[in-house]
């Protein structure tokens, strides 16, 4: 495929150059189902599946026939742990557990981290030279404000501990590796925000 030209910024907001990507990574038609099942897969494996109900043997009481068999009026109990009595055991409750882990393959998971980078691509993806900054929050508002994305969630993709540091306490702001993308977090923030180099590492590993 042909090469696609991404602008490049530098931190004070001005366009410094253009940066040449693969159009085979940042420029296919987004394919909606995978990007939808590698979001489901995100959100399924994320659960943590402690939610747990009490079943008739673990729920206290039920030592003593509450009454009679016959002769009262009432219907036959055998058991105050019986799940039709208030209090007794629930019968197909969930049991603490569950498994509701789910996979993608490994074609498909790629097909989908590049429908999602293409998609950003077209205007919310923001390239940057570089990104410096010594670990202050206002180093890094005044980068966001530059850029025009004070107001925007975004996702920046760095490894730097510094600009972790600088951004952390943002409330709109998240943080991946390169090596630690996924679907969901592609598509969950407004912006994505990364430097030149870490785009071509990106581009190397979807290629």
């Known amino acids: 495929m042909a090469d696609l030209n ?14 040449s990507v693969s159009e085979n990574v940042f420029g296919i038609e987004p394919h909606q189902q995978v990007m939808f099942d590698a979001v489901l897969v995100s959100e399924a494996n994320s659960r943590q599946a402690t939610a747990k109900t009490k079943k008739r043997f673990e729920v206290s009481g039920g030592g003593k ?14 058991s105050t742990r019986s799940p039709i009595w208030v209090g007794g055991g629930t019968v197909f409750g969930p049991t603490g557990i569950q498994n509701f882990k789910i996979k993608q393959n490994k074609k498909q998971h790629k097909l989908a981290l590049k429908s999602a980078f293409s998609l950003k ?15 202050k929050t206002k180093e890094m508002v005044a980068v966001l404000k530059a850029l025009k994305l004070e107001n925007a969630k975004t996702l920046i993709i760095t490894s730097d501990p510094l600009v972790y540091q600088a951004a ?28 030149a180099d870490d785009v071509k590492k990106i581009e190397e590993v979807l290629k």
């Not at 026939?65 to 036959?76: E, N, S």
């Not at 691509?121 to 670990?135: C, I, Q, R, T």
């Open 121 to 135: 691509a077209k205007e919310d993806l923001v390239v940057l030279d570089s990104l410096k900054v010594s670990g």
């Open 168 to 195: 952390g306490n943002l409330s709109n702001v998240g943080f991946r590796t390169v090596g630690n993308i996924s679907v969901y977090d592609l598509l969950n923030f407004a912006k994505v925000l990364v430097v």
């Open 6 to 19: 991404l602008k490049v910024y530098s931190q004070d907001g001005t366009e410094v150059s253009s940066l």
């Open 65 to 78: 026939k509450p009454w009679r068999q016959k002769g009262t009026g009432r219907a036959r109990a055998g």
